[in-house]
């Protein structure tokens, strides 16, 4: 059971009651609410080792997400928007697991899926204000998933991890335009997602290890659908996904204390901007070092470190903001950044 309540407020961003208008600053209330999240989701979940390699997995969930809204901002030509929004739905879970050895594993596993908008999702009916209140015609999001996948370890510090998946979801919920500072969403019909999780680790050498991570995503539109001046076709890219991401990361750590540090290195592909897919953020790379010192003493332990991100000061997209009407659409990144910690541990 979960609850989360809100008081949201919405004010101009221009002052005209002097008679000359001022832009950018807090102007005139036009909205005041108390709205609250509520969920219940009870569930059951089984293991059945049917056999000493051979592991059986089950669970069943019941979902029922309740919103409400309490509108205090009542004046003339702007109406009671109060109300309440409701969903729910049951959703399975099965999977099925071998064991070669005590190092290796395979599994498989299927699953429906149910997600609602969240409060931020339905904040907006319109980018323009014409409309007030909520979004009310926003449905929850149902899907389908399907993975398999293998992991493996042994005693050298070795270990790989390998998973396959297919999402299939209908009423996906998409943004429909951020304008203005609001952003609406809709649901856009069925999308799919298939992709390739990789991940290895091992010690190369006395003191020294390797990490590297790498992951493929094709995310498209099963569905045509309209948008303003034009039309997205099925088969599209979804926007804010990168189709291939990768992370590797070289450590140098000769002990439990002492000096250590690490170099690391990032990459994100080409990220889509919009629904029609003629803009994009282009992909990039970055490095990052971090450096540290630990120390232990009986119950004690003393931990001490500098993290430089974006070690080469790359000039790169740092967030898209989806569908934005001016295409706007990119937010840059921080530069060159460090961070100091220090910290204090006790054991009991």
Known sequence: FDEMREHRRGFQNFDDSGGASRLGVL???RRDEGNTARNADPYLQANWTVHPDWTVAAGLRHSHVRFDSKDRYV????????????????????????????????????ARSFETPTLNEVAYASTSGAQTGWNRGLRA???????????????EGRA????????????????????????????????ERVGLELSTQARIAPGWSARVAAAWT??????????????????QALPGVPRRTAW??????????????????????????????????????????????RQAWSDWRFDAMLW???????RTVGSVIVNEASRRYFEPAPGRSATVSVSVTRVF
């Open 160 to 191: 790989a991890q390998v998973a396959l998946f297919r999402v299939r979801t209908q009423d996906e919920i998409g943004v429909a335009e951020n304008a203005g500072g609001r952003s609406v969403f809709r649901n856009v019909g069925a999308t």
């Open 248 to 293: 590797a990361e070289l450590v140098w750590r000769p002990g439990a204390t002492g000096w250590h540090s690490a170099l690391s290195w990032r990459h994100r592909g080409r990220i889509w901007a919009n629904d029609v897919n003629d803009a994009f953020a282009p992909a990039a790379q970055t490095w990052a070092w971090r450096t540290g010192w």
């Open 27 to 29: 102007g005139a209330l």
């Open 308 to 314: 430089v991100d974006n070690l080469t000061g790359e």
């Open 141 to 155: 999001s149902k899907g389908t998933q399907i993975e398999l996948g293998g992991k493996w370890r042994d005693d």
């Open 75 to 110: 004046v003339p030509g702007n109406g009671d928007d109060s109300g309440s929004m409701s969903f729910q739905s049951t959703t399975p879970v099965l999977s099925l697991s071998h064991r070669f050895n005590t190092d290796a594993m395979a599994y498989v596993s299927a």
């Open 218 to 235: 094709r995310a498209e539109y099963l569905d045509a659908f309209a948008v303003s001046g034009g039309t997205v076709n099925a088969g």
